[in-house]
């Protein structure tokens, strides 16, 4: 029996958000727009946040947590299963899709019972694979929309293996949601972005969409217009950002949260930008610098291999004379000439640094291999 449709979509919303606001004549690509509490605490701060987030004409779907996993005991848990006929009654009144986070295969049920249009699994969830599993069985048979944040760890195959337990119990609308990484210590984040494991993820899974959540990222609100810029920038298919009607007051997460009038100005200031154009003048320049750039790759290759065929002359001396591969001090001192010319030349310390471990790893592979010849 082919699963029951429950007719709203994740690509289908996004689409709508697409032609939206292309219609309104806005440039943006049309990144669709989630947001609303991090927690339902009454049924009137449910309502008033979605009927002040649907007067923005900006958001595509409410959000709300209805069950908390939160780190410390004594944190507000969430209000249960008695907040999903609020987010009921907060569709009815506004037309917006609704979308819960789900963490067991009960919290499934009476998601669906109340007509939660999209399900999410949090950080805390995908980090566990028993937690998922127990979700994803829950999910059989059901034609529901599931996005998958990533696990609070830096861990891409986590995040992967969750989405191949949700694949395999059926789901075909799966998207993904970049909230960050939690790390030991404070920085400016309360989760590092690590930017690259998202758009490894995007390149890894090309159909599912990648939504951005600059809220639980920065921690605060005064930095996410510039971590949702960055989203659009990087051509993030949505985002999900907490709104509060009085967010100092919010019972969860409150420093994160802003007002749905303030969300609104902040998606103003973004500037969305297209994947595409139709400029032949556009695409000819951009061809022209992209062959330029393949010349040049393909010479740093070429030198990259002469370098490489001199490491193997080196080890082949190192071997005859039973010298050890690794001399520490002729590393240093390649890498300190290295921080400065780059310097120079107008490339960052994190780059050189990385491109050079690239480098030597590579080199002592060489030698090793001569060696053990
Ligand atoms: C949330 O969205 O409110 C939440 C708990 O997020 P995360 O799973 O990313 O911590
Ligand atoms: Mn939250």
């Not at 900006?58 to 004594?74: Q, V, Y």
């Not at 195959?157 to 990484?181: C, M, N, P, T, Y």
């Not at 920085?187 to 995007?202: F, L, S």
Request: charged content about 25%; hydrophobic content about 40%; aromatic content about 6%.
């Amino acid at each position: 029996m082919p699963p029951e449709s429950r007719g709203v979509t994740l690509q289908t919303n996004l689409y709508y958000a697409n032609n939206r606001r292309n219609s309104k004549g806005s440039s943006s690509k049309g990144m669709a727009i989630i947001s609303g509490p991090c927690s339902a605490e009454t049924e009137e701060q449910v309502v008033q946040t979605a009927q002040r987030l649907a007067a923005t004409g900006k958001i595509d779907m409410l959000r709300a947590g209805i069950w908390k996993p939160r780190t410390k005991p004594g944190m507000f848990e969430g209000i249960g299963a008695k907040g999903l006929p609020w987010l009921q009654q907060a569709k009815k009144l506004t037309g917006l899709p609704t979308t819960v986070e789900v963490a067991t295969g009960k919290q499934v049920q009476d998601a669906l019972t109340f007509d939660v249009d999209v399900l999410w699994i949090g950080a805390r969830t995908t980090v566990n694979p028993f937690s998922v599993q127990e979700v994803a069985d829950a999910l059989r048979g059901i034609d529901v929309p599931v996005m998958i944040k990533n696990p609070v760890n830096p861990d891409m195959e986590l995040w992967s293996g969750a989405v191949e337990r949700v694949a395999r119990a059926g789901i075909k609308q799966i998207g993904l949601i970049h909230r960050g990484f939690s790390s030991y210590g404070n920085t400016e984040y309360r989760n590092a972005p690590m930017w690259h494991i998202a758009i490894d993820m995007k390149l890894k899974y090309p159909g599912m969409p990648m939504i951005n959540d600059p809220s639980h990222i920065c921690g605060r609100r005064d930095i996410l217009l510039e971590i949702m810029q960055k989203a659009v920038d990087l051509d993030y298919d949505g985002l999900m950002v907490e709104s509060h009607i009085d967010p100092d007051k919010a019972w969860s997460d409150a420093k994160q949260q802003v007002t749905p009038e303030q969300l609104k100005e902040m998606l103003d200031k973004i500037i969305w930008r297209k994947e595409d154009i139709n400029s032949e003048e556009y695409h000819a320049a951009l061809e022209k610098l992209r062959q330029q750039i393949n010349h040049l790759d393909d010479e740093l290759m070429q030198i990259l291999s002469q370098r490489m065929k001199i490491a193997e002359q080196i080890g082949q001396y190192k071997k005859e004379n039973n010298i050890t591969i690794l001399q520490t001090n002729r590393w240093n001192e390649i890498i300190e000439k290295a921080f400065a010319k780059g310097e120079k030349n107008g490339l960052s310390k994190e780059f050189i640094m990385k491109y050079f471990d690239a480098v030597h790893m590579e080199s002592i592979n060489h030698q090793k291999k001569v060696m053990d010849s």
